[in-house]
């Protein structure tokens, strides 16, 4: 079963105001659980807006989010639950941390559920193993902290949570290769032990072929595609028409294509054209 | 042609609290010599010193020990702060607390004014920087109106104002889009070409620094590479080794390489890649 | 949302008051201000709103615009009437309830002071609705600037102020943005009781001043590279000339103002 659906979602900003814009229109999509999601689409495209309704900062306008197969507006008093369970990390996420030592920040959102200390701790630290925060950084001042290591300070923080559904927004952004690498790392590590669906927006493509089981791309306000990777890579042309950058080594591929050198695959990451290129080299050898 | 920025055996620590031990250099004596009209690209992971070097181009910064010397101009000679600062510009990471003014034009000419510009030339230099930049039509927007890529053209609208010889921008595409990131080096890049003005770029896209003339490689607070983009990443594994990424299509070229076919080493564009692919199949 | 605030209550135009010198608008407003308060009769304000009228209508912006501006202060408004209304004994009595009674007097002195304060607000939002923030902080620098040989920083508190109007929508957006964060960690702001949301609010102001701190820190630095250097020596782009239609203005206010002391006086 989906775990987070969207039927005819529609938001609309400030509504009889000149400035009145539809910044998600129409919206149907099914989630499956424990996949991890690419979502990109220039600014203003509503990936912003979309993913703020997946856990209730934003109501839509019309339409429904169904977690789990329930509205999440039936009831409104519900709706932090429905936050404790689908986690946002926002963009520049280090910019909201404030408590005086890591631990203490890591564990506002988990004290915020009304979670015992103990139950506290456990989330505290296996999430910082996660993300790769040692433990004697754990009652440091996270303002004292390197750029990289406060981005990861925050995440964790939504992290200890437990969401089902996590959501992080551009966690890479202004990170150099290295950090962003590491941080891209960390969350397949937290995938993979807690297998709970994740949902990264990024505006590269070449980190989002490095994970994405599934690419959500939205346009102008609407879905203009949501299908597996290999899928959406396959229109990686009417992709950068839309203004959307496709990694290099597709682009390459694209090309050679054009000039009558076909492997019939779309290649994404540099490894695997690697591998393909190696292998027909070799078959035409032994021809 | 001759040397617009000289740096020989630059060393610099930030100043330690009362009582605290000396700390680490920051840069740990750094010669560069960067020629009138060139466009080089400075590479390196967070925390590398290249920010701090950026810094000591306009004398934010004097050297601990060593010399920096911008156009002819001493950068610890006090008296000559002002005009060292419009010799050369700086352009910063953020765009939004770069910008003073709440509209636009204002804003660009806020160098003209400190320097008490007469009005017919200010008038004059803002519209010309501001149409250089390609955001004439919106010099009585105001920046909160704008794109993170507009705001950034602003703010490189408010140094080329100053007519400077050098512009130096740190890491000025870090927190935009793809659409913002092309639009803000269009516009340095025109800047270069058709104004003949010296570029400094402090950047980790690799594809940015592959468009340069040159590209300085920097790790713990010294250079460690500094050549043509193309020599400069055919040491995919030096790079690699600290913490910097390489344009996919060298990497490619380099693994094909590793597994013994013969292709250049030195590919850092699509086209080369293209070429270089079909020769190894025809 | 935070967004939706409008801060300054700018509304662009072309109008004639729109295009007056900044500086004569002040001047004017001010003058306009003492001319309400020297008027003590109904006839004087009814000089002083015709005045205002003609101004409003000149403005070409929406009535409605400037009775949304009266609404806030109306129950400000309404308290002072009543409290005329029955603290004022002299006059005829009209009404009497034990030791509570209504007089002319009481009843003229509430309309009249009512009249005088809506007049008051209309004015002065006609000067921030036809002005921009930055260009009436400009003005103020200026007509300001003779206190400088005072040693009265007239340039830095102008700075100062047009900085923090630079900021306002900036500051806004991040609050708003740290807002959503701490809620997605399940922070109860608009919810929860009193203790829980000040402990909340915490989680809020401290991210947004350390940004703010790190904003300061790097504009300073920014205007440190584009030669900012105190208000010495300056030149300024926005060139604010006076035109015959500013003297034009003036006149006609000054010629308002007196017929309200030529009223005022042949009334006594």
Not at chain 1, 193 to 210: G, P
Not at chain 2, 204 to 210: I, K, L, T, W
Not at chain 2, 264 to 278: D, G, H, K, L, N
Request: include cysteine; glycine fraction near 6%; charge should be negative.
């Amino acid at each position: 079963m989906a775990i987070l659906e969207t039927q005819e979602l529609t938001y609309t900003y400030s509504i009889g105001s000149p400035f009145e814009k539809t910044a998600v229109d129409h919206v149907s999509l099914k989630i499956e659980e424990g996949q991890m999601i690419g979502v990109m689409g220039h600014t203003g495209s509503g990936k912003s807006t979309l993913i703020q309704h997946f856990n209730g900062l934003l109501r839509p306008t019309s339409g429904k989010i169904l977690l789990d197969g329930k509205d999440i507006w039936e009831d409104k008093n519900n709706i932090r639950n429905v936050r404790f369970q689908v986690g946002l990390v926002f963009q520049y996420p280090e910019y909201q941390i404030f408590e005086e030592t890591v631990y203490k920040d890591i564990a506002f959102g988990p004290k915020n559920m009304g979670l015992d200390d103990n139950e506290i701790k456990r989330r505290v630290l296996e999430t910082a193993n996660d993300i790769g925060l040692s433990e004697e950084l754990m009652e440091r001042s996270p303002f004292d902290l390197s750029g990289g290591q406060k981005r990861r300070v925050a995440i964790a923080g939504v992290m200890a949570m437990e969401p089902k559904v996590l959501i992080l927004d551009e966690p890479t952004a202004g990170l150099d290769p290295a950090g962003r690498d590491k941080i891209l790392e960390h969350i397949k590590k937290y995938h993979e032990r807690t297998k709970n669906t994740i949902l990264i927006v990024s505006h590269s493509m070449e980190d989002i072929a490095s994970f994405a089981d599934k690419i959500l791309v939205m346009n102008k306000a609407k879905l203009f595609c949501y299908d597996d990777t290999v899928n959406v890579f396959a229109r990686a042309d009417e992709i950068s028409k839309i203004g959307l950058d496709v990694p290099q080594i597709t682009k390459v591929f694209g090309e050679l294509k054009k000039r009558g050198l076909d492997f019939g695959k779309e290649v994404f990451t540099v490894g695997y054209a690697k591998d393909l290129l190696i292998r027909r080299l070799k078959e035409r050898e032994v021809r | 042609m001759k040397n617009i920025i000289e740096i020989k055996d630059l060393h610099f620590y930030y100043e330690p609290n009362d009582g605290d031990p000396l700390p680490e250099d920051v840069l740990k004596g750094v010669y560069l010599k960067i020629k009138e009209g060139e466009f080089v690209a400075i590479l390196g992971h967070n925390g590398c010193g290249k920010s701090t070097l950026a810094k000591h181009l306009n004398g934010i910064l004097v050297p601990t020990d060593g010399k920096v010397i911008v156009d002819g101009i001493d950068t610890s000679d006090e008296s000559k702060l002002f005009e060292l600062r419009q010799t050369a510009g700086m352009v910063f990471q953020n765009p939004d607390n770069q910008i003073v003014s709440s509209i636009v034009e204002e804003d660009v000419a806020f160098a003209l004014e400190n320097l008490g510009v007469p009005y017919e030339e200010m008038r004059k230099r803002v519209d010309d920087a501001l149409k250089a930049v390609n955001m004439y039509e919106y010099r009585m927007h105001s920046p909160s109106q704008l794109s993170g890529g507009q705001k950034q053209r602003v703010a490189i609208a408010g140094v080329i104002a100053m007519q400077p010889k050098c512009i130096i921008l740190d890491e000025p595409t870090a927190m935009l889009d793809p659409q913002g990131r092309k639009e803000v080096l269009a516009a340095i890049h025109r800047m270069n070409r058709e104004m003949g003005i010296t570029i400094v770029l402090i950047t980790h896209y690799m594809d940015e620094a592959a468009a340069c003339d040159r590209v300085v490689v920097m790790d713990k607070g010294d250079i460690v590479l500094d050549d043509v983009p193309e020599k400069v990443f055919s040491k995919v594994e030096k790079l690699k080794e600290i913490g910097l990424d390489v344009p996919q299509v060298t990497e490619l070229a380099w693994e094909l390489r590793k597994a013994g076919y013969d292709i250049s080493p030195e590919i850092i564009t699509e086209e080369e890649c293209v070429e270089a692919i079909q020769k190894l199949f025809s | 949302m935070l967004k939706d605030i409008t801060i300054g209550q700018y509304f662009p135009g072309d109008s004639l008051i729109h295009r007056l010198d900044p500086r004569f608008k002040i001047v004017i407003t001010l003058i306009f201000i003492i001319m309400l308060f020297t008027g003590g009769s109904f006839v004087c304000l009814a000089i002083g709103a015709v005045y205002t009228l003609i101004a409003v209508l000149l403005s070409k912006i929406p009535v409605k615009m400037f009775i949304k501006s009266v609404k806030p202060i109306m129950p400000f408004l309404l308290i002072t009437a009543v409290l005329n209304l029955f603290l004022v004994s002299t006059g005829d009595v009209l009404w009497k309830w034990k030791f509570i009674k209504i007089t002319s007097d009481g009843i003229d002195i509430s309309a009249f002071m009512m009249f005088r304060i809506i007049l008051l607000i209309t004015g002065t939002s006609l000067l921030t609705y036809t002005t921009s923030p930055i260009t009436l902080t400009d003005a103020i620098e200026r007509l300001l600037s003779p206190l400088k040989k005072l040693k009265f920083p007239v340039h830095e508190l102008a700075m100062m102020m047009s900085i923090a109007l630079r900021f306002i929508p900036t500051l806004i957006e991040e609050t708003d943005k740290i807002m959503s964060a701490q809620k997605a960690r399940g922070a109860e702001i608009d919810t929860g009781s009193f203790m829980t949301r000040a402990r909340n609010l915490v989680s809020i102001l401290i991210p947004l001043f350390i940004s703010s701190f790190r904003r300061a820190d790097e504009l300073a630095t920014a205007m440190e590279c584009r030669c900012y250097h105190g208000g010495e020596g300056r030149t300024r782009l926005r060139q604010l000339k006076s035109a015959p239609r500013d003297i034009a203005a003036l006149a006609v206010t000054l010629l308002f103002f007196g017929a309200v002391i030529t009223v005022g006086i042949l009334l006594k």
